[in-house]
């Protein structure tokens, strides 16, 4: 159906041209994680600058729907206010619990498409690796 075919096509776009892929300069939060079920692991970076993720990259190995979330999350979350990024990921953690979603005032664009994961559940992990990196490190910045 029509969001199997999104799902797939914006997946492998994100996969085959991942956005914010690479460094961060200057000062900058570096967070690994891990997924354990595969061992592939990721690591995030962020510049956050008068309470907004002024930028945001990736690297790291991983399949294609954890590095395509990475990629729509890092999207997604450059430019936020801090509070909006992990309201953004409290959103994502009960998309991918099947749950119904309030986006008002929150542009997800891309990521939507990752509802169809919510139908692999072994594959739940992979895309929410990055989410899990970017709500720690926002966390530590927090409350160092
Ligand atoms: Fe192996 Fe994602 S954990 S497919
Ligand atoms: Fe390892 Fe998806 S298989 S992150």
Redesign the pocket.
């Known amino acids: 159906n029509h969001l199997d075919t999104l799902y797939r096509q914006v997946i492998m776009d994100h996969y085959k041209n991942p956005r914010n892929r690479g460094e961060v300069e200057g000062d900058k939060l570096k967070i690994d994680m891990n ?1 354990p ?2 061992g ?1 692991r990721i690591q995030l970076q962020m510049k956050v600058e008068d309470g907004k993720i002024a930028d945001a990259k990736f690297n790291g190995e ?2 294609s ?2 590095l395509s979330s990475a990629s729509m999350m890092t999207q997604a979350v450059k430019g936020l206010p801090v509070e909006e990024a992990l309201r953004m990921s409290d959103l994502f953690s009960d998309m991918m619990l099947g749950k119904d979603i309030d986006t008002s005032g929150l542009d997800l664009g891309d990521i939507e498409a990752l509802q169809g994961v919510t139908k692999f559940p ?2 739940i ?2 895309a929410t690796l990055a989410w899990k990196a970017m709500e720690q490190g926002l966390n530590e910045e927090e409350n160092a």
């Open positions: 997924n079920t595969c592939d991983g399949c729907i954890s072994a594959r992990k992979c």
